[in-house]
């Protein structure tokens, strides 16, 4: 478990946000697990943050995300873990309730105890357009990665699909496409070995 204490994600700031299983273990059990995991994202992260890529794994997940300024969040739509509504608004306290939320589902469901995830959350500043694109390949490739498909594109758990496809969506699938300039360059990149120099801090496993 880490012990070192993160700074609070920033306001009009793009983030690669990850975690895995505490010691390891998995976090999704089952494929309900996964939906479920996704709906409490979209309840508790949706509303105070943009969301360019994701994948869900066996015992990780990484996300690409933009953290809203207070100016772009829609409060009718924010969800907490208290009753009463915060005075201030913390995208990090948000990813709090959603990994608690999760963590409490998958204790009662599979009857467990105890966390589920390390702590504090993983949170790196993507600072660059080039290492926001290499980020979304490697977000995307880390079933092949570890060996859970062949190909991308056969993988449920991830944004890939969803950003090639035209089905209505809440992920920022123009602005990637844009960063790629075209589907057609977008599928390219991603079908060929991509050099991971710039992003080599962020491979965990």
């Not at 409490?40 to 300024?69: G, R, S």
Request: with cysteine; charged share 25%.
């Amino acid at each position: 478990m880490s012990s070192y204490k993160p700074k609070p994600l920033e306001r009009g700031s793009y983030y690669h946000i990850y975690n895995r299983g505490n010691n390891g273990i998995d976090i999704f059990y089952d494929t309900e697990s996964y939906y479920h995991f996704l709906r409490l994202y979209e309840k508790y992260i949706i509303p105070i943050a943009d969301t360019f890529a994701w994948c869900l794994l066996k015992n990780h997940f990484h996300l690409l995300v933009y953290i809203k300024t207070d100016d772009e969040i829609d409060i009718s739509k924010l969800e907490y873990s208290t009753v009463e509504s915060p005075k201030v608004i913390d995208a990090s306290k948000q990813f709090g309730h959603l990994f608690n939320a999760y963590t409490q589902a998958i204790n009662k469901k599979f009857n467990r105890t105890g966390s589920l995830f390390e702590k504090p959350f993983e949170r790196k500043l993507v600072k660059s357009e080039k290492y926001f694109q290499n980020l979304i390949f490697y977000i995307h490739n880390n079933p092949v990665f570890h060996r859970f498909t062949d190909h991308i594109n056969n993988y449920p758990w991830s944004s890939y699909e969803t950003i090639i496809s035209d089905k209505p969506t809440k992920l920022k699938r123009d602005n990637v496409i844009n960063i790629f300039e075209s589907k057609e360059k977008f599928i390219d990149y991603h079908s060929q070995k991509q050099n991971f120099n710039e992003i080599i801090d962020l491979i965990i496993e």
